[in-house]
Nanobody, 119 residues
Framework: QVQLVESGGGLVQPGGSLRLSCAAS????????MAWYRQAPGKQRELVAS???????NYADSVKGRSTISRDNAKITVYLQMNTLKPEDTAVYYC?????????????WGQGTQVTVSA
């Protein structure tokens, strides 16, 4: 079983910064793409940023230029640095990973971490 545990969420003022972390643990043979999604109240879950095992990144237009996704393959951890936060960034942020185990390839999700941007 593979687990993803997020941390780093919280309350921040507009214009502030946060760094989210997601650590993977369990019986993974290989973790390929990792990503951050978010879901605001009443809205669908949306992709924020993704990163391949080799480090290629992709960002949603809404966060491009304000956020940086990175990963540490040795620590099996993905990070999301978010700067110049706006109230519309308020959401539950979820970590996602494509994981290869002895039973095959599956997508795993973390439990989510709340980010609230408010004065």
């Amino acid at each position: 079983q593979v687990q993803l545990v997020e941390s780093g969420g919280g309350l921040v003022q507009p214009g502030g910064s946060l760094r989210l972390s997601c650590a993977a643990s369990g019986l993974a043979l290989r973790i390929n793409n990792m990503a951050w999604y978010r879901q605001a109240p009443g809205k669908q879950r949306e992709l924020v940023a993704s990163i391949t095992r080799g480090g290629s990144t992709n960002y949603a237009d809404s966060v491009k230029g304000r956020s940086t996704i990175s990963r540490d393959n040795a620590k099996i951890t993905v990070y999301l640095q978010m700067n110049t936060l706006k109230p519309e960034d308020t959401a539950v942020y979820y970590c996602n990973a494509d994981v290869l185990t002895s039973k095959g390839s599956s997508a795993y999700w973390g439990q989510g971490t709340q980010v609230t941007v408010s004065a």
